[in-house]
């Protein structure tokens, strides 16, 4: 039978997501879904104090309450801690305290002082309630921007509250070129504490087997490998006596790469318990004590010559780490600095970026942890337009990279390539009709009413090839029958890996999609990956399934040749067949069936079986992808509502695996920047109480506040397997920067400016009501 069109092509489509059928019926499996025989569950005893000593704990009425097994406090579970290093960071890298119960002080409200296990939860939180702790209260750091210079310390071995610093050459160097630039324009933003508030919070469930001493884990994680190496480390055993299964887990961000204080406190407990330990964490909890991002202000200055060019940038940096940051900040922080220079010609600058511990929840990784760069540099260059009296668009233009200046690298030694900065910009203004926007804009105004617009063009490093990250691993196994299963290490958590994995397969190996499953998340049948995080999941996958189907190719092709009597590069493959042009054909469940159960007629060399293993390592640095996006608003000056129009992103992630797949990361990833904008704040009063511990208070978007996002595609491959990139985190680092210029710009005629985030009502009446504007034009 005569064929064209031999191989699949399944990357590309909007193919349905293959987990879609078990999620949207409600037939998905989380970790409060797990039960396990005579399971025991775990709530935690928390501070309600900022910073206060901890002079005893009297835990005797909680025992006495019927179902109560336990209580637990540091002494029983802290000494027998062995390690506690996260992979990322290595075991000699820089990190700060960590235990799993507060010893001396609790250091922030939600510290975890004691963990009553009980028959339910429901018993276990009333005991909780009867647990006694004799506080005695000291005075807290609260506003992390006072705390290199506050008398009180967080720890004690850290008494200047400096978590660490990092930074380039010294600021004074730029000095000169700031003296004789024509234009300097400086400013500092603040940019207020919110989370990633994944859909499911987080949980855990471990169950010792003391017989074998063996661990397993069920866990809500987007990197199941590495709790699995945190737990055997945490232990002191094997990493073969840890199993960890994650199966749906509902929403990461960068919240969920490793494990934290009470995931710890849970692992060691169960080593002392007769059965299965779980902990649930509700929302109010995970508002106290998840953690926190994004708390950071900066200085950022810019120097401008007569035509608008820029000539040096300089960014001074502040982080707030809170009590606890998981995992340590200043590896990961840099990155703030490193990428402020952005998509621009930027001759010459420099940054110093410092973190700071606090009495506040401890920081966490939330997609896109180095956001602030794009924030500060975005920002400054609109208020930079304003001074220079350019349209920030023209302002762009004159500074922006194009594709066909690359490769660069920036003022700190970043290597650009594969991206196309100014052609996103440009197809987003397009899709706008941003002319047309300025001409609606002057007519509203006539009417008093304030239209504004403002983008933001970022990159966005994926795939890096940090040693954690730098290989990811695959297996395939071709079953008797034909049928295909993949393994991977998984971590999906809404970014649809299943499908990718699956269409990558498909496609690689020349057969239908509903041909192939995949296995993910269960550490004692995948190979070792680092998960999903920083953007990585498609391109360091897709090299894992491309060197891993290449041999499986290769064997289809050595036992259909030998079989059909022909050479190995006659032989083609797709559609679920091997075949000759003009000669016979195999279907893959015959080529299976020779190869398990008809060895012998396999040719010389060949091994039996279908089933290959394949690690992909990256030669690449860094995979750059790159987006605009432009927000259009109006104000209400009176009440200070922001509505936000029209929101637009021109994305370039190189060639989809799968557009609907692409776009949802775009669409989540805008609309928790729009929340980082106008809405989310983990705000604490003077005394470091928690003022927004419920959904009541923690604002965050709905469709009702979010326009429909328009999405345009610029396509620059990348340098890796199928010129993937990674796209998970881009959207939420431009929204925010593009919401905050569209607000600034709709206010510009009133000479509002902005230095504090977010942009609440109230916060936006009191920028008017405190600006030289006193109602003309109202």
């Known amino acids: 039978m005569a064929r064209t069109g031999a191989e699949t092509a399944y990357a590309g ?22 039960v396990r025989p005579g399971m025991l569950h775990a709530c935690f005893v928390r501070s309600p104090m900022a910073r206060a000593r901890i002079l005893g704990i009297d835990v005797r009425e909680a025992l006495q309450l019927h179902g109560v097994h336990a209580v637990f406090v540091a002494a029983d579970l802290n000494p027998a801690v062995r390690e506690q290093w996260y992979t990322l960071n290595g075991r000699d890298g820089p990190d700060s305290p960590r235990p799993p119960l507060a010893e001396d002080e609790v250091r922030f409200v939600g510290d975890p002082v004691a963990m009553v296990v009980a028959e339910d939860r429901y018993v276990a939180e009333d005991a909780a309630e009867s647990v006694v702790v004799d506080y005695e209260p000291l005075a807290p750091v609260v506003d992390y921007t006072t705390a290199l210079d506050a008398t009180e310390v967080v720890h004690a071995d850290w008494p200047d509250n400096l978590v660490g ?45 003391p017989a074998g001493g063996e661990m397993t884990i069920w866990t809500s994680t987007q990197s199941p490998h590495e709790v699995r190496s945190f737990c055997a480390r945490l232990l002191g055993i094997h990493e073969h006596r840890v199993r960890v299964v994650m199966r749906d887990t509902g929403g990461g961000f960068g919240q969920k790469v490793v494990p934290q204080r009470e995931d710890m406190c849970v692992m060691l407990a169960a080593t002392k318990l007769p059965a299965a330990l779980k902990w649930i964490e509700d929302r109010q909890e995970h508002l106290l004590a998840a953690g926190q991002a994004r708390h950071e202000h900066a200085e950022a200055r810019m120097a401008f010559d007569d035509d608008g060019r820029i000539l040096a940038a300089t960014l001074d940096h502040v982080q707030d780490a809170g009590a606890y940051p998981t995992p340590s900040p200043v590896q990961s922080g840099i990155a703030v600095g490193m990428l402020f220079p952005g998509p621009y010609r930027i001759p010459d600058g420099t940054f110093r970026s410092r973190f700071v511990f606090s009495h506040t929840s401890g920081r966490v990784a939330y997609r896109g942890p180095w956001q602030y760069e794009s924030m500060a540099r975005e920002t400054l260059i609109d208020a930079a337009a304003r001074q220079l009296e350019l349209d920030p668009v023209e302002l762009r233009r004159r500074n922006m990279l194009s594709r066909d200046e690359l490769p660069t690298v920036n003022f700190n030694g970043m290597p650009y390539d594969h991206i196309s900065p100014r052609e996103t910009f440009e197809q987003a203004l397009q899709m706008l009709d941003y002319e047309a926007f300025r001409k609606e804009q002057a007519r509203a105004r006539e009417q008093g009413r304030y239209l504004g617009v403002g983008t933001c063009t970022y990159v966005e490093p994926t795939a890096g090839a940090t040693p954690f990250h730098a290989t990811e691993g695959a297996t395939i196994r071709i079953e008797p029958s034909g049928k295909v299963n993949v393994y991977v290490a998984g971590g999906s958590c809404g970014n649809s890996l299943e499908t990718t994995v699956v269409q990558l397969t498909a496609d690689a190996l020349g057969v239908a999609i509903e041909d192939v499953s995949t296995i993910q998340g269960d550490t004692a049948v995948t190979p070792y990956g680092a998960g999903t995080g920083g ?86 640095l860094m995979i750059w992808a790159n987006a605009t996006h432009v927000c259009t608003c109006e104000v209400d000056v009176v ?92 959207g939420a680092i431009g929204s925010a920067p593009a919401v905050v210029n569209a607000v600034a710009d709709a206010l510009a005629p009133l000479g509002v400016r902005i230095s504090r985030l977010p942009l609440t009502p109230a916060a936006i009446a009191g920028l008017v009501e405190s600006s030289q504007w006193r109602g003309g034009g109202r």
């Open 535 to 620: 953007s990585r999941s498609g391109p360091m996958t897709a090299g894992a399934i491309e060197q891993t189907a290449g041999v499986l190719r290769q064997r289809l092709r050595e036992i259909a040749a030998h079989r059909l009597q022909a050479t190995v590069d006659e032989v083609k493959l797709g559609h679920g067949r091997a075949w000759v042009e003009g000669g016979g054909e195999l279907t893959l469940a015959e080529i299976a069936d020779l190869a398990y159960y008809q060895v012998h007629a396999l040719p010389p060399g060949v091994p039996a079986g279908l089933e290959a293993s394949g690690r992909y390592h990256t030669p690449h």
């Open 13 to 34: 489509t909007r193919t349905l997501r293959v987990e879609d059928a078990r999620l949207l019926t409600g037939s998905g499996t989380y970790v409060d879904d797990i």
């Open 639 to 730: 009440t200070g509502e922001v509505k936000l129009l029209r929101y637009i992103v021109s994305e370039d992630c190189g060639p989809m695996i799968n557009p609907n797949v692409v776009e949802g990361q775009i669409f989540g990833g805008t609309v928790q920047g729009i929340g980082g904008a106008l809405y989310e704040e983990l705000a604490y009063d003077a005394d470091g109480n928690p003022v927004s511990t419920t959904f009541m208070d923690y604002l965050l978007p709905t469709a009702t506040e979010v326009p429909v996002i328009e999405v345009g595609h610029v396509e620059t491959p990348g340098p890796g397997p199928g010129g993937y990139k990674g796209v998970g985190e881009g």
């Open 165 to 209: 610093e990092l930074g380039g050459r010294p600021m004074a160097d730029l000095d000169p070129v700031f003296a004789r630039a024509s234009h300097v324009v400086s400013q500092t933003l603040y940019q207020q504490a919110h989370g990633p508030t994944p859909m499911e919070a987080r949980g855990i469930v471990a169950e010792w087997a």
